[in-house]
């Protein structure tokens, strides 16, 4: 089993920005693409972006293409959501999640194996 743990959630002015933090708990952390994605109240969830077991790849939706950036840091277990000129309809429950398959940067919530708790962010208009 692999364990995710979102963190750095919170409430944000529009234009103000927001790191969240992803740690797992699995020992080949580095094999597995990573993905972020998010669900705001209503919607269903929402694809943000993935980035490959190396870090080397990335590829984010429309909606927060320019703004967000993911990263990770495998000697750490911890993949990064930056998340910078933010906007009131980024609010939702973000939520970090695995693929164990290798795919090529996967954006299906589907394609995903193990799941956060997610955390909140909020930003005020």
């Known amino acids: 089993q692999v364990q995710l743990a979102e963190s750095g959630g919170g409430l944000v002015q529009a234009g103000g920005s927001l790191r969240l933090s992803c740690a797992a708990s699995?020992?080949?952390?580095?094999?597995?693409?990573m993905g972020w994605f998010r669900q705001a109240p209503g919607k269903e969830r929402e694809f943000v972006g993935t980035?490959?077991?190396?870090?080397?790849?990335?590829y984010y939706a429309d909606s927060v293409k320019g703004r967000f950036t993911i990263s990770r840091d495998n000697a750490k277990n911890t993949v990064y959501l930056q998340m910078n000129s933010l906007k009131p309809e980024d609010t939702a429950v973000y939520y970090c999640?695995?693929?164990?398959?290798?795919?090529?940067?996967?954006?299906?919530?589907?394609?995903?194996?193990?799941w956060g708790q997610g955390t909140q962010v909020t930003v005020s208009s």
């Open positions: 999640a695995a693929d164990l398959n290798q795919r090529n940067l996967p954006v299906n919530w589907y394609e995903y194996d193990y």
């Open positions: 699995a020992r080949t952390f580095s094999s597995y693409s």
């Open positions: 980035i490959s077991w190396s870090g080397g790849r990335t």
